[in-house]
């Protein structure tokens, strides 16, 4: 599990490996403090595992979905990426829940300044438009923003400068795929009220949000 709060920019140094699996040399500096063999990070909002570590960089496997299925396929050496460890019980939750599971990925449609804000319109897939709700939580690249509002094929982020200067997002532009994964309460929410709208559900009942965790 993750926050969205990143925590450095790291460099692709290699790809190792062939299609159907690669496996990542990434550069890195504050993520590898504590980090062991076996330990999570998120690439770009990718949830990965940790193969080897070195004094400066860390390694991690990726499967051909994973390649096929998010911007992890368009890196190239010498391609920035955020990256995030996994969160601590106890830890401070600055974003939101973050689970690395990336729900698709969309488009960087257009990018223009307001004031000392850059407001970035991105083309999201359907599966993803129906969740997003204006001041709703998503995740993009791996990075809690905040929905400014929702838009007939996508929706729209205001990013101050700090998220610019220590993000993927102040390098990327208009044509530029990232990587998105839908606020997870809401997710949960659609599997609860599809059970409910079911013709053997019945409803939603006190021991049924009970039952799920809720209360």
């Given at each position: 599990m993750f926050t969205g709060i990143i925590e450095e920019l790291g460099t692709l140094l290699r790809v190792e490996g062939s299609a159907p699996w690669a496996r990542l040399v990434i550069g890195a500096g504050k993520v590898l403090e504590g980090?062991?063999?076996g330990d999570s990070i998120a690439v770009n909002?990718?949830?990965?595992?940790?193969?080897?570590?070195?004094?400066d960089s860390f390694t991690a496997e990726v499967m051909h979905q994973t390649l096929t299925h998010t911007n992890l396929g368009d890196l190239r050496p010498g391609s920035r990426v955020n990256l995030e460890r996994a969160l601590c019980l106890g830890g401070r939750l600055g974003g939101h829940l973050v689970s690395g599971h990336v729900d698709g990925v969309g488009v960087i449609a257009r990018s223009q300044r307001v004031g000392i804000a850059t407001v970035l319109d991105i083309r999201a897939p359907e599966e993803i438009r129906k969740y997003l709700v204006p001041r709703g939580s998503v995740a993009v690249d791996g990075i809690s923003l905040t929905v400014a509002e929702k838009t007939g094929d996508g929706f729209s982020l205001s990013l101050i400068p700090h998220t610019l200067a220590h993000t993927t997002l102040g390098i990327k532009g208009v044509g530029d795929r990232v990587n998105l994964e839908a606020d997870m309460v809401a997710k949960y929410l659609e599997g609860l009220l599809s059970q409910a709208a079911s013709p053997t559900g019945a409803g939603i009942t006190e021991e049924l949000l009970a039952r799920n965790g809720f209360i």
């Open positions: 980090t062991c063999t909002g990718v949830c990965l595992t940790v193969v080897a570590v070195g004094r």
